[in-house]
């Protein structure tokens, strides 16, 4: 069975630095794309990151660019979301997802066939 | 605001038929880019409801329907239930912006 566990979310000063952690069970993180997806408080879904099943392909949200890194930790089953330089607007629920497919939108399609619960990310001062 | 435009909100009596669209572009949708539908229960994780247009994932009831055409997508919910209602968002893939993105969400409610 797969079953998708964020870690890492807290409350943050703008400016500040936070790592989110995915670890996942049930499947190879390796085979598939491995994305996060946020949702701002009372707001709808925003795709963020997503690192192709080669782990070299990354892919970025404009709104995040140059701010987060998505990495994996294969011999861990792992996935990761480094944000830096954070913001009041990135104030939102994240939640870890795999991709349907080993390609981000290769072939015209791709989706997200399981989800994390989410972890909290709150940046104030 | 998306890219994809859902009607913010849509209602229906229990047993009733409703739909709710996704309205892109020719560089998403109408570029042949699959849509994707999501449901989100109150207070919980989004689970794919339609995928690859018209697909339903085992255990998702055939009371929902999607269908896409031109720049556009719908999903329809027949013989409507408590259960249905919750939050439901469209996904697809922008090539003029090289990102996945979703619909801004549609709230059903059933009467």
């Known amino acids: 069975e797969v079953h998708l566990l964020e870690s890492g979310g807290d409350l943050v000063q703008p400016g500040g630095s936070l790592r989110l952690s995915c670890a996942a069970s049930g499947f190879t993180v390796s085979t598939y794309a491995m994305s996060w997806v946020r949702q701002a408080p009372g707001k709808g879904l925003e795709w963020v990151s997503t690192?192709?099943?080669?782990?070299?392909?990354?892919y970025y949200a404009e709104s995040v660019k140059g701010r987060f890194t998505i990495s994996r930790d294969d011999s861990k089953n792992m996935l990761h979301l480094q944000m830096n330089s954070l913001r009041a607007e990135d104030t939102a629920i994240y939640y870890c997802a795999k991709d349907r497919y080993y390609d981000f939108w290769n072939g015209y399609s791709d989706y997200f066939d399981y989800w994390g619960q989410g972890t909290l990310v709150t940046v104030s001062s | 605001q998306s890219v994809l435009t859902q009607p913010p909100s849509v209602s229906g009596a229990p047993g009733q038929r409703v739909t709710i669209s996704c309205t892109g572009s020719?560089?998403?949708?109408?570029?042949?880019?699959?849509v994707h539908w999501y449901q989100q229960l109150p207070g919980t994780a989004p689970k794919v409801l339609i995928y690859g247009n018209s697909n339903r994932p085992s255990g998702v009831p055939d009371r929902f329907s999607g269908s896409k055409s031109g720049t556009s997508a719908s999903l329809a919910i027949t013989g409507l239930q408590a259960e249905d209602e919750a939050d439901y968002y469209c996904q697809s893939y922008d090539s003029n912006l090289s990102e996945g993105v979703f619909g801004g969400g549609t709230k059903l409610t059933v009467l």
């Open positions: 020719s560089s998403n949708i109408g570029a042949g880019y699959d």
């Open positions: 690192i192709s099943g080669s782990g070299v392909a990354t």
